[in-house]
């Protein structure tokens, strides 16, 4: 697909995470748009999934480890025609399908709870290791958020991963350089991030987390170790107002602050 | 009791290519044979719990029935919260394997102590929890969770308990299995606590006090009509556990009781709140953490 196709595709993405907010009155938008573009290369791109067929075992698996970040996945679900747009009106509120953190028995293509962080890469590495027990081929990708790697539980996975020898394991790390009550270079630096990596026996890459090209590169290329994804992003990203925000972790815009954000969005996909 | 539960897994792997058997580092000459027949379907995730609860939930959602094989404390607490999110709350087919009940590992100290795991475990929706008390309890435990998908823990005590059922006995899952009948006292005990229940009934019965034997090897789902037929009988519950009296059999029971709001003399035998600082083999902290000392309750109040 074309970059600017999958550019529509994104602002759109964000267009329905803008609305969700407004109407549930949530957090993490913030953490919603910096991982926009990634969703959907992964989406309308990059993954083998079949509509018809979620369960299909020979399928690539998306992991979204940081779990409250699931709007941009029921956005990028909705917007791809994976599950219906409706079902995004009832997003955190009373009665609605889709919960703030993930729960793989709300809808179909969710491939895993999530919430608590440093519980995805585990899981993935869990899911490559019986591909390459079975000589399946479906890759698996996780998503983790830079703050996430505080965990002691992603090193302990990283560790094994490498070990383990699982070429078939791709994770993104969204660098949008904010975590919950601070920066991450304030809270615990984790720079050279994608040195520590390399360290434990990755391929590392690193590169513009919002750029269809250096992301399509990395998810593209063969290695015979794990591979990773040093992604910087802006976290808020698409809203200048919301850029590079602590306080937009938290806040949902209000009517006002809607309909700014999303002339913004509409300008940008002129 | 692990040595049963090995060879017992053996043959279903032998049956079944969806077991894989997951160790976090433990295991040393007990699962050797598993991983020289099923290298394919065997891991060790190294001495990192979290993780390796997170792979096995990566496993399960791939088709496998996974079994995690640690020290209880170390596949219970130390990743309980995975235990929680990746095990429980995604219900998949994940048996969670702790070896060392109680003071099993009395010597070791008390981080190798498990006295809190019923307490924790029962407390998960979707979690069963299985204690057997002796190696027949284990075999038949082990094939009714090989054939029941979902979440289970399996809390096993160490190697040379004697069997008290005969062999081939049919044990369910959430049975609980009467072993002697009697009728002036019910006596229930759960996992490794069982040879000493049957010690003490034997002693009971030279007294000429009828006692009933009950095991209860499931914690949960709890037998709870075998316990309402003991309060309808009116028959005095003595619960015996090397648990923390917090959370465990005798819990249960007094929650069985509260729900049925009729008055039946009862005692629970378990651990005080407190750690042991003491050391020494299982027999000599079970004794000083008070464990051995067999109620005169409730014979003085017998008529």
Known sequence: ?270 | MRNTFIRTLMDLAGQDDRIFLVTADMGYSVLEGFRGAYPERFLNAGIAEQNAVGVAAGLALSGYQVYVYSIIPFVTMRCFEQVRVDVAYQNLDIKLVGVGAGYSYGPAGATHHAIEDIAIMRSLPNMRVVCPGDPVEVKELVLRLHESAGPAYLRLGKNGEPSIHPEGTRIELGQAMTIRSGHDLAVIATSNMLEQALKWTGEWEQEGISVRLVSMPTIKPLDRVAIVEMIEEGLPILTLEEHSRIGGLGSAVAEVIADEGKPVRFKRIGIQDEFSHHVGSQQYVRGKMGLMNKPDWPLKHKP
């Open chain 1, 1 to 270: 697909m074309g970059n600017d196709q999958l550019t529509r595709h994104a602002v759109n993405i964000r267009r329905h995470i803008l609305k969700m907010m407004l109407e549930s009155k949530s957090s993490h938008i913030g953490s919603c748009f910096s991982i926009v573009e990634i969703l959907t290369l992964l989406y309308f791109e990059v993954l083998k999934i079949e509509p018809e067929n979620p369960l299909e075992r020979g399928r690539d698996r998306f992991i979204l480890s940081k779990g409250h970040g699931s709007a941009a996945l029921y956005a990028t679900l909705a917007e791809a025609g994976l599950i219906p747009e409706e079902q995004l009106r009832g997003y955190y509120q009373d009665g609605g399908k889709l919960p703030g953190h993930l729960d793989r028995f709300s809808i179909p293509f969710v491939e895993s709870s999530a919430g608590s962080l440093g519980h995805g890469l585990s899981i993935g590495l869990g899911m490559a290791l019986a591909s390459q027990r079975n000589a399946v081929s479906g890759k698996v990708v996780v998503l983790l958020g830079d703050g996430e790697c505080n965990e002691g539980s992603v090193w302990e996975a990283v560790m094994l991963a490498s070990h383990l020898k699982l070429s078939n394991l791709h994770v993104i790390v969204d660098c949008n350089r904010i975590q919950s009550f601070g920066m991450t270079g304030e809270v615990i630096n984790l720079d050279p991030l994608g040195a520590k990596w390399k360290a434990f026996g990755w391929e590392v890459d690193e590169g513009d987390g919002h750029d269809f090209d250096e992301i399509r590169f990395f998810l593209e290329k063969a290695a015979s170790v794990p591979r990773v994804l040093i992604a910087n992003t802006i976290k808020g990203k698409g809203v200048s107002f919301m850029e590079n925000s602590l306080e937009w972790h938290y806040r949902s815009p209000s009517d006002e602050q809607y309909e700014k954000a999303l002339a913004e969005l509409d300008g940008s996909s002129n």
